[in-house]
């Protein structure tokens, strides 16, 4: 068959294909029907998604409402402006104003080690060996220059102590009055002497040498380091962080224990340092903040809690806690407990600052002070907070009705044209939101106090909407601060109360769009099953239609073929 005998009309002169593809549009029809149906549902499934987190959210927040101690929530608080102390209430805590006067705050204990626990530079003043980078004191010395007596010395890490001192000699020849610069091994301190007053550093030194080897207080003529130079290197391994007192509790690979208020410390004097010693103490157990004082050159345990209680430390003689003179040389400085009253009565006292039920005997009040001082606390219903959880639930009721009414309106514009929302036929959803209503301004029965519905709040509907709105807040305010147990009384009773009733309620709702959304994905399965099938049988019937054409269209050319033919056979003569 000729492939041009498909061109739709070639022999025949009729546009057949067009017809076919009038006709199919026809028959098409049922299944257009169909996939509008299912458009349709598809909307609907859209919107109940929507809906169920809206009634997600407003279920969440009746449960707020229902939630124990929801309207028995107390604020505490300082009623002097400016108050550095704070203050929290339970719900049990009863509402009042309470005076306390603190008359000593509470500290804490700490046990402090000897001082200069660090040996001395040199065992004798000649000090040719160290070399400024390595000298072990508190402060690394940084090279550049320093003054004295106006004369400039400049130094390099390099450079040995010794020869510093002499540099110093020397520039002070040439001010007129000549220094003797030494090391006391016996004070290990660096002096230096002139004939007159001696004045050190400029505001342009770049070396800080005077500060690290402690040298100041001008104003006479012999200036001494303020104090012991030598001192622990913190970075060092134990056995060589320059310990005057020797370590030697220890086996022989250099390990050894302690405790600290009865938790184990392990530790080898070849690779711990004093600085990873101090971490491990203070992330452990113990209790305690440990703490190097470069300053005295001395190691300070502190308790992390206040109050006046001890700190035990315990270990073998000759250990690391008798190096830093935190075992027999150590010394105890108690830690103080707050003392304070309240509303004039007796003493008190308290191991914590945080003044809380077990120190003054008052149910669900904890006061945290900071200062001697005398203030009161001033403990109320918490109104603001409780409002917030009505307020939650005004807003997600409303959501839940706005939707409801955008999702199941009918509208007439001014040509009569009727418009009706996706859900508008959907009486199940309309009598949902119609019951909301009424449950949301029904009265809660067997109740006793003045709160009963939520007229008694203050809250009412908007005028001519579905929409609550807080009418009188200063009612509504005015209840919650005044009548909490009533209002507790409203949202909470048992199967009866606000909350109860709406939360039931809510979740049958929830659980029927489900099925909703259910069923119409089902409809919506069984919809495509239904147009597949007819748009099968349609392409059989467009296959049928073309051949019966095409058939046509080679007949016609046959008859025109042979026509032509008989037309040269026989010709009309003139």
Do not use: C
Request: aromatic letters at 4%.
């Amino acid at each position: 068959m000729p492939s041009n005998l498909q061109l739709s009309g070639l022999a025949s002169g009729l546009d057949w294909k067009s017809l076919v593809d009038q006709l199919m549009s026809i028959a098409h029809a049922p299944a257009d029907r169909l996939a509008a149906e299912k458009t349709g549902n598809t909307q609907k499934i859209t919107l109940l998604a929507d809906f169920g987190t809206k009634l997600a959210a407003l279920q969440t927040s009746a449960t707020s409402l229902g939630a124990v101690g929801a309207f028995g929530q107390r604020v505490a608080a300082s009623t002097t402006v400016g108050s550095g102390w704070s203050a929290s209430a339970s719900t049990s805590a009863s509402v009042g104003n309470y005076q306390i006067a603190v008359s000593q705050l509470a500290s804490a204990a700490h046990r402090d080690g000897a001082s200069d626990i660090g040996t001395r530079l040199s065992a004798t003043s000649d000090v040719s060996g160290l070399t400024l980078a390595n000298l072990p004191i508190a402060s690394a010395i940084t090279a550049g220059t320093f003054t004295v007596n106006n004369q400039r010395i400049t130094i390099a890490l390099t450079d040995t102590l010794a020869s510093v001192l002499s540099a110093i000699e020397t520039a002070s020849i040439g001010s007129g009055n000549p220094i003797t610069a030494a090391y006391d091994p016996t004070s290990d301190t660096l002096s230096l002497t002139g004939t007159g007053e001696v004045v050190l550093g400029a505001a342009n030194d770049s070396s800080n040498f005077l500060s690290a080897l402690k040298l100041g207080n001008n104003g006479t003529s012999s200036i001494a380091s303020a104090s012991k130079l030598g001192s622990v290197k913190t970075s060092a391994a134990l056995a060589l962080a320059n310990l005057a007192a020797p370590i030697t509790a220890v086996d022989g690979s250099g390990n050894g224990t302690f405790s600290i208020n009865g938790v184990s410390f392990a530790y080898n004097v070849n690779t711990d340092t004093l600085s990873s010693l101090i971490t491990r103490i203070n992330q452990s157990t113990a209790g305690v903040t440990a703490t190097y004082d470069p300053a005295n050159d001395r190691v300070k345990l502190t308790n992390k809690t206040t109050g006046d209680v001890g700190i035990s430390v315990n270990e073998a003689a000759g250990g690391l806690l008798g190096a830093f003179g935190l075992t027999t040389a150590g010394t105890l400085v108690h830690g103080e407990n707050a003392e304070f009253t309240v509303n004039g009565g007796a003493m008190l006292t308290s191991k914590s600052n945080t003044l809380d039920e077990t120190a003054h005997g008052i149910t669900g009040l904890a006061v945290t002070v900071s200062t001697e001082d005398t203030q009161t606390i001033q403990v109320s219903s918490d109104a603001k907070g409780m409002r917030a959880k009505i307020e939650d639930f005004i807003a997600k009721f409303n959501a839940v009705q706005s939707f409801l009414d955008a999702s199941t309106k009918i509208t007439t514009d001014a040509q009569g044209k009727v418009t009706a929302a996706a859900l508008s036929n959907n009486r199940e959803i309309q009598s949902w939101g119609s019951s909301l209503r009424s449950m949301a301004f029904a009265a809660v029965p067997g109740l006793s106090g003045t709160i009963a519905r939520l007229e008694n709040l203050g809250i009412d509907f908007k005028r001519g909407t579905s929409e609550l709105q807080v009418t009188d807040g200063t009612k509504l305010d005015a209840a919650l601060r005044d009548n909490s147990s009533d209002v507790s009384a409203f949202f909470q009773t048992a199967s009866t109360g606000f909350a109860a009733k709406f939360g039931s309620f809510l979740t049958t709702v929830t659980a029927q769009t489900t099925t909703q959304q259910t069923n119409l994905n089902r409809n919506n399965t069984s919809l495509n099953k239904q147009i597949a099938d007819i748009e099968r049988r349609l392409v059989q019937q467009r296959a049928i239609m073309e051949s019966a054409f095409i058939s046509m269209e080679t007949a016609q050319s046959a008859l025109q073929s042979q026509q032509s033919a008989l037309t040269r056979a026989f010709p009309t003569s003139s």
